[in-house]
Nanobody, 125 residues
Framework: EVQLVESGGGLVQPGGSLRLSCAAY????????IGWFRQAPGKEREGVSC????????TYGSFVQGRFTISIDNAENTVYLQMNSLKPEDTAIYYC??????????????????WGQGTQVTVSS
């Protein structure tokens, strides 16, 4: 059974940092694309970042502006999202999603077949 489990969310002050983790079960990272998406109240889900295990290709949403870094640990089947210089507008539920097989990074959520339950990130003073 494919399962994704996010962790690492929480409350942080503006300018602070968080590291989100996405642990994957039921499949290997040989050929997979893992994406991070977020959804704020009243807004559509948007792509945050993505990494392709096969070649390490990464993509970021335009709003990231160098503040976030996605990385992958193939041995642990885990993807991380290091988020620095957080802003109140980064407040959202963050989801990781998997696209298993020969795929490429995309911010089109419908291409990802497996999703985690989400982790809340709140940036507030």
């Amino acid at each position: 059974e494919v399962q994704l489990v996010e962790s690492g969310g929480g409350l942080v002050q503006p300018g602070g940092s968080l590291r989100l983790s996405c642990a994957a079960y039921g499949f290997t990272f040989d050929t997979v694309v893992i994406g991070w998406f977020r959804q704020a109240p009243g807004k559509e889900r948007e792509g945050v970042s993505c990494i392709r295990s096969r070649d390490g290709t990464t993509t970021y949403g335009s709003f990231v502006q160098g503040r976030f870094t996605i990385s992958i640990d193939n041995a642990e089947n885990t993807v991380y999202l290091q988020m620095n210089s957080l802003k109140p507008e980064d407040t959202a539920i963050y989801y990781c999603a998997a696209r298993i097989g020969q795929g490429y990074c995309s911010d089109y959520a419908a291409l990802f077949g497996s999703w985690g339950q989400g982790t809340q990130v709140t940036v507030s003073s």
